[in-house]
T-cell receptor, first 114, second 114 residues
Framework: GAGVSQTPSNKVTEKGKYVELRCDPISGHTALYWYRQSLGQGPEFLIYFQGTGAADDSGLPNDRFFAVRPEGSVSTLKIQRTERGDSAVYLC????????????FGEGSRLTVL | AQTVTQSQPEMSVQEAETVTLSCTYDTSESDYYLFWYKQPPSRQMILVIRQEAYKQQNATENRFSVNFQKAAKSFSLKISDSQLGDAAMYFCAYAVDSNYQLIWGAGTKLIIKP
């Protein structure tokens, strides 16, 4: 596709459930980022992939959060045993090293944990 | 630790007028990048303008320009000839190295009065 695609757009789940959020980056972009944006705040870094490997996962809040990018393209953010505090918009962005740092964002996945 | 501060939670401006959004940051690095992103209700972050810290000349993009004061660690955004489509949340962001892990301010909501 032409831009970064994120699915689902909205997800409502119950406390304790497992959720997966998907990101399909711009074709050819080797760098992929996940950010979390709580209501009324700026985004918060979660994890950065360069190719298939997680180059920096220092922003993942705890071991309930995990992300993969097995083929260096699509990425999935996985959240186990969801808590109400996990409610936020999860933003994905991709970047090509060649374009000196401009991140291209998707429209985010809004997660609501009841 | 690097931080980004946006002291104006909300700003309003009359259509066709000029408005300036403030941003300050804290870092001990000498080489870094600064960005302004726009987030409309669609949630998709869109890059407005970027500035490399080693460049003394202020970046400009059509109606958007910055006032970069490196010693003061200030990076304000000026929007000239404001248009209704400029209404959005504006986020200031900082990145220190080539992985472009962005550190974000809390955002300023810009309201355009017709």
């Amino acid at each position: 596709g032409a831009g970064v695609s994120q699915t689902p757009s909205n997800k409502v789940t119950e406390k304790g459930k497992y959720v997966e959020l998907r990101c399909d980056p711009i074709s050819g972009h080797t760098a992929l980022y996940w950010y979390r944006q709580s209501l009324g705040q700026g985004p918060e870094f979660l994890i950065y992939f360069q190719g298939t490997g997680a180059a920096d996962d220092s922003g993942l809040p705890n071991d309930r959060f995990f992300a993969v990018r097995p083929e260096g393209s699509v990425s999935t953010l996985k959240i186990q045993r969801t808590e109400r505090g996990d409610s936020a918009v999860y933003l994905c962005a991709s970047s090509s090293r060649a374009n000196t740092g401009e991140l291209f964002f998707g429209e985010g996945s809004r997660l609501t944990v009841l | 630790a690097q931080t980004v501060t946006q002291s104006q939670p909300e700003m309003s401006v009359q259509e066709a007028e000029t408005v300036t959004l403030s941003c300050t940051y804290d870092t001990s690095e000498s080489d870094y990048y600064l960005f302004w992103y726009k987030q409309p209700p669609s949630r998709q972050m869109i890059l407005v303008i970027r500035q490399e810290a080693y460049k003394q000349q202020n970046a400009t993009e059509n109606r958007f320009s910055v006032n970069f004061q490196k010693a003061a660690k200030s990076f304000s955004l000026k929007i000239s000839d404001s248009q209704l489509g400029d209404a959005a949340m504006y986020f200031c962001a900082y990145a220190v190295d080539s992985n472009y892990q962005l550190i974000w301010g809390a955002g300023t909501k810009l309201i355009i009065k017709p």
